[in-house]
């Protein structure tokens, strides 16, 4: 029996690939991911003096803008769009150093580091809670949840009836398949997400001080992407078991590396700009500026494209490997046997 289990494992090779692969995954991200002390921080430092003042600076206060002509309002704008967490005003009665409070952890390692005569102001999340900065990250790790893992199990479920192969030799176009599949879970996610964010708002009291409208273009689209992604695992899944398994190593990357519990500023180099490659990494940080900046469309046109980008990459992709596997389907070979069990039963 031993013996045949082994002969089971060494054929099922892509099981093997996962039951190594995924503890080493987990090792590097663990290992690389799992800090919240920040040890560079994007910095503008504004007023007269700003030259003399960032000299002196503490390293990990990265000065990328140093402007002695600008004033408070040219540092709040930064801090706004989200172009750095840090900013220093000089020239007044003291230096007063602008905090974004959105940026848990970095703000937390800032105040660490704060030089002596500096008064701090934190803005948008002035209490340094975490329910105002995991709340929007919750909602799109639920949207990401329901999309991945139950899309893709849903789809693989029909392949394992057999209800696929009729689907097959329906006059319907791969597309018209991919989306009626799809557009159950996509009511559903949007059910969620919003009783989720009715909730972060009721229960938490999480501010939110952004558009409505902007929330929910930014969701959906991020909804295409988590989607599409669904659809893809499930077209290389030949079980559900094994849709979970490829589900998983799709999220946990994302959970990790995307900034929603660690800070991408606090991560090595090679595994950071993995990062700025996932879904959730831009809706995390659009989310966190719609709550509770009231970001604007010009502040989350580049995330909103990255994700736009994302979700046609993605769903092209679905689609198109949907649409081989239905051709494969409705060969001849296979629509006269889906026709004769259909006549035998």
Same mark, same amino acid.
């Given at each position: 029996?031993? %013996?045949?289990? @082994? ?5 099922? %090779? ?28 994007? =910095? ?34 930064? +801090? ?14 003291? *230096?007063?150093?602008?905090?974004? /409070? ?9 105040? %660490?580091?704060? #030089? ?13 809670? *975490?329910?105002? !900065?995991? &709340? ?8 990401? @949840? ?24 329906? #006059? ?5 398949? *991919?989306?009626?599949?799809?557009? #159950? $879970?996509?009511?559903?996610?949007? !059910?969620?997400?919003?009783? !989720? =964010? +009715?909730? /972060? ?13 902007? @929330?929910?273009? $930014?969701?959906? &689209?991020?909804?295409?992407? !988590? ?7 499930? =077209? ?16 946990? #990357? ?33 989310? %966190? ?10 502040? +989350?046109?580049?995330?909103?494209? $990255? ?11 679905? &689609? ?26």
């Amino acid at each position: 029996m031993i %013996r045949k289990e @082994f002969l089971e494992m060494r054929r099922d %090779r892509r099981t093997v690939a996962l039951m190594v692969g995924l503890p080493l995954m987990l090792l590097i991200i663990f290992g690389y991911a799992a800090r919240f002390d920040v040890t560079s921080i994007d =910095t503008v430092v504004v007023g007269p003096g700003a030259e003399r003042f960032a000299a002196g600076l503490n390293p990990v206060f990265n000065a990328v803008e140093v402007d002695p002509s600008a004033g408070v309002d040219r540092a709040r704008r930064r +801090l706004t769009d989200s172009e750095a967490p840090i900013a220093f005003v000089t020239g007044g009665p003291v *230096t007063t150093m602008l905090v974004d /409070g959105t940026q848990l952890f970095v703000a937390q390692s800032a105040l %660490r580091r704060i #030089p002596p005569g500096t008064a701090p102001d934190i803005l948008f999340n002035p209490e340094l809670d *975490t329910a105002p !900065v995991m &709340v929007p990250s919750l909602i799109g790790l639920i949207l990401l @949840f329901v999309g991945t893992v139950i899309t893709s199990l849903g789809v693989v479920k029909e392949r394992e009836s057999g209800t696929l192969e009729q689907l097959a030799v329906m #006059p319907l176009r791969p597309v018209d398949v *991919t989306i009626g599949k799809i557009a #159950p $879970y996509f009511v559903v996610a949007v !059910v969620d997400m919003a009783v !989720v =964010t +009715l909730a /972060g708002l009721w229960i938490f009291g999480v501010p939110f001080v952004g558009s409505p409208i902007l @929330f929910g273009v $930014y969701s959906l &689209v991020f909804l295409f992407v !988590v989607l599409g992604l669904g659809v893809a695992i499930s =077209t290389v899944s030949r079980s559900q078991g094994e849709a979970i398994q490829l589900a998983i190593m799709a999220l946990l #990357p994302q959970i990790m590396l995307s900034g929603m519990i660690f800070p991408l500023e606090s991560m090595a180099a090679g595994v950071r700009w993995i990062g700025y490659v996932l879904p959730l990494t831009w809706f995390v940080a659009g989310m %966190r500026g719609i709550f509770l900046k009231g970001s604007s469309v010009a502040t +989350l046109a580049v995330p909103l494209a $990255y994700l736009t980008v994302m979700a046609i990459v993605v769903f092209g992709v679905a &689609v198109t490997r949907f649409r081989r596997e239905l051709g494969q389907r409705s060969s001849p070979g296979r629509a006269g046997a889906v026709a004769a069990e259909g006549g035998g039963r």
